[in-house]
T-cell receptor, first 111, second 115 residues
Framework: QKEVEQNSGPLSVPEGAIASLNCTYS??????FFWYRQYSGKSPELIMS????GDKEDGRFTAQLNKASQYVSLLIRDSQPSDSATYLC???????????FGPGTRLSVLP | GAVVSQHPSRVICKSGTSVKIECRSL??????MFWYRQFPKQSLMLMAT?????????EQGVEKDKFLINHASLTLSTLTVTSAHPEDSSFYIC???????????FGPGTRLLVL
């Protein structure tokens, strides 16, 4: 059974700190990985995707993928109160397949 | 780019009535659309996957006769909740995916309240 796990949190970090969000997955054939942000009462919005091992940076966000260890993480530098949201990890085993979503990690950035 | 809209954003209906929710991809052709449901403080639950021009594939436990899905064009999918009951009250979110792409783009969601 395909599973994606995340710490539900809440993860609290002070403003300006680095927030580190982790996600592990069980299906070794997983090929693509996505991070979404969901504000309370809103739908998810895409932050970034990552397909290859290593780091991928986009502004204050860095996604890290390690397929051998089956984990993907999201780092948020210089965290802002506006980053407070639930972060969803999604894993895809291949083209044409459906995402498997993790339960999400609730992040709270304290001013 | 990759904008998905949903209509209506909120709907209140009486128990026993049917409600139709529309999901549109505004600037791309969506060969596949997904319908999710999310209860308060819970994660997304995939209800069904629909490919343009074919029947939807429903997840286990989702009644296909209660949640009717139509994906008649590459830019429009509809979800009809038939004979809605209070337990169907939820946040319904669609997402869309382009051909040869893996990324799903989400609509803003429809909040359904059944009285």
């Amino acid at each position: 059974q395909k599973e994606v796990e995340q710490n539900s949190g809440p993860l609290s970090v002070p403003e300006g700190a680095i927030a580190s969000l982790n996600c592990t997955y069980s299906d070794r054939v997983s090929q693509s990985f996505f991070w979404y942000r969901q504000y309370s009462g809103k739908s998810p919005e895409l932050i970034m995707s990552i397909y290859s091992n290593g780091d991928k940076e986009d502004g204050r966000f860095t996604a890290q993928l390690n397929k051998a260890s089956q984990y993907v993480s999201l780092l948020i530098r210089d965290s802002q109160p506006s980053d407070s949201a639930t972060y969803l990890c999604a894993v895809n085993t291949g083209y044409g397949q459906n995402f498997v979503f993790g339960p999400g990690t609730r992040l709270s950035v304290l001013p | 780019g990759a904008v998905v809209s949903q209509h209506p954003s909120r709907v209140i209906c009486k128990s026993g009535t049917s409600v139709k929710i529309e999901c549109r991809s505004l600037d791309f052709q969506a060969t596949t659309m997904f319908w999710y449901r999310q209860f308060p403080k819970q994660s997304l639950m995939l209800m069904a996957t629909s490919n343009e021009g074919s029947k939807a594939t429903y997840e286990q436990g989702v009644e296909k006769d209660k949640f009717l899905i139509n994906h008649a064009s590459l830019t429009l999918s509809t979800l009809t909740v038939t004979s809605a009951h209070p337990e169907d009250s939820s946040f319904y979110i669609c997402s869309a995916r382009q051909q040869s792409q893996e990324t799903q783009y989400f609509g803003p969601g429809t909040r359904l309240l059944v009285l």
